[in-house]
């Protein structure tokens, strides 16, 4: 298999892991290349289903080595947590698994300023975020104060993080002040908090464990990656969310604060652009958002949207977040999204995913076009408060109300299902390599790829 970039090319939950699970086998290296622990990739083989928020998806492939790469943020506990769990369902990850040493680390003080940054956020403004430390994490990055993997091997390493933690208390006291929303107190999980304060004791105690725990795992991944290449071996990189919440090409400020799209694949690896041979997209066949943001073809919400085709969707798609478990925002497929996430990636294959969820419909819409302030567009807007105010143009067409789950073969699919996907993908650009036509690994009809 060609090196080879899987972008989610919608608002994430495309179904990015089962995918990154097929296209494994072919792969000797899987990257991941950019996010933190606040997105999940659920595979489902064998009858079983697993969640993988920090470690590739091909450690479930037997041999194959997997990179947690530098553009990750990587929260250590997650990731322990994370290590244990394959270890309890037979999988070792110890000799396959490797961390970069210039990987940013999420630490318990970046989760609690994320939850007090959003509750300092007045009504309207808030992000949606998920409170797992990301922003605040990247942020440190940028501002060249945040820790790496690699000063874990550092003997100074527990002196920094006692050091980040004064720095944060500080900063939580002024949030404090500010806060906008009831309560008086805000929550970590694993450590305490009292009175907007961490306990610095406490919280070095715990990164003594992690640091004792994670060592082994931590090296320059670059070289590693490099003399793979110059080996002949083929490298996948996954990355996580979708390129909406892109922060430079999404929906700003309704985005995640790293670059999902395949250009972000250079920059947390350490590959260059030269080393990138195919661009694999992936979107669902319907859309799905979670968390705040304008969203132009939405049916269906927890909060004052209830259109019944889209509770549908919901429910048939099991629309609830790998990870955060929150239920997620639906509506008709979006083509003027797709053709954007094909252009600044460069999308070359489509994996197409949940096609099975669109079975019952017997009239199905294609947002092809925007409408705003009564001109019609059919490229994507810069801004949120304009993509806020588009009207989606759509057309339609006949769903084929039967079961295609059970289907083996593409050319099996029913007129009315093909025509769907044949339509989706001359809206979309690209060509389609991979159909998905339900959750498990074994439903997955391999096309162009």
Not at 231 to 236: F, M, N
Not at 247 to 263: A, E, Q
């Amino acid at each position: 298999m060609p090196n080879t970039v899987l972008v989610g090319a919608q608002w994430g939950d495309e179904g990015k892991g089962k995918v990154i699970d097929v296209l494994t086998a072919q792969a000797d290296i899987v990257v991941r290349y950019q996010g933190g622990s606040n997105a999940g990739h659920t595979v489902i083989a064998e009858g079983k289903k697993r969640v993988l928020r920090l470690i590739p998806s091909g450690i479930l492939h037997e041999g194959k080595t997997c990179v947690i790469g530098n553009g990750v943020v990587m929260n250590p506990l997650d990731l322990i947590e994370e290590i244990e769990a394959m270890r309890a369902s037979g999988v070792e990850p110890k000799g396959r698994l490797f961390i970069s040493t210039r990987t940013q680390m999420v630490m318990l003080y970046h989760r609690a300023l994320d939850k007090a940054e959003e509750a300092a956020r007045p009504a309207g403004k808030k992000i949606g975020t998920t409170g797992r430390g990301i922003g605040p994490a990247y942020a440190a990055k940028v501002s060249r104060t945040g820790l790496r993997c690699g000063d874990m091997l550092s003997d100074r390493f527990l002196d920094l993080v006692r050091e980040q933690v004064e720095e944060a208390n500080a900063k939580l006291r002024m949030l404090k002040q500010e806060r906008r929303d009831e309560g008086s107190d805000i929550e970590v999980p694993g450590c305490v908090i009292r009175d907007y304060q961490l306990d610095a004791d406490e919280i070095v105690g715990i990164y003594a464990v992690v640091k004792e725990k994670l060592a082994p795992y931590i090296i320059d991944t670059v070289p590693l990656l490099h003399r793979a290449k110059a080996e002949g071996k083929s490298i996948l990189m996954e990355g996580a969310q979708g390129t909406m919440l892109d922060i430079d090409f999404g929906t700003y400020p309704f985005v995640t604060s790293s670059n999902p799209t395949s250009g972000g694949a250079c920059i947390g690896t350490g590959l260059s652009p030269r080393d990138i041979d195919c661009v694999v997209g992936v979107v669902k066949a319907y859309t799905t958002r979670v968390g705040e943001g304008p969203f132009p073809t939405e049916l269906y919400n927890a909060v004052d949207l209830q259109d019944a085709d889209g509770k549908t969707m919901a429910e048939r798609g099991n629309e609830f977040g790998a990870v955060t478990k929150r239920p997620r925002r639906t509506g008709w497929y979006d083509a003027v999204v797709a053709r954007y996430a094909q252009q600044v990636n460069g999308i070359d294959y489509w994996a197409l995913t949940k096609l099975d969820v669109m079975d019952v419909f017997p009239k199905i819409k294609i947002c092809v076009a925007y409408e705003l302030d009564g001109r019609r567009i059919d490229y994507m807007p810069s801004s949120a408060d304009e993509l806020a105010r588009v009207k989606p143009v759509y057309e339609e067409m006949d769903g084929w109300m039967c079961e295609t789950s059970n289907i083996t073969r593409f050319e099996d699919l029913p007129p009315k299902a093909r025509a769907y996907v044949d339509r989706l993908i001359e809206l979309s650009g690209g060509k389609l390599g991979i159909l998905s036509i339900g959750p498990a690994r074994e439903s997955t009809l391999r096309i162009g790829l």
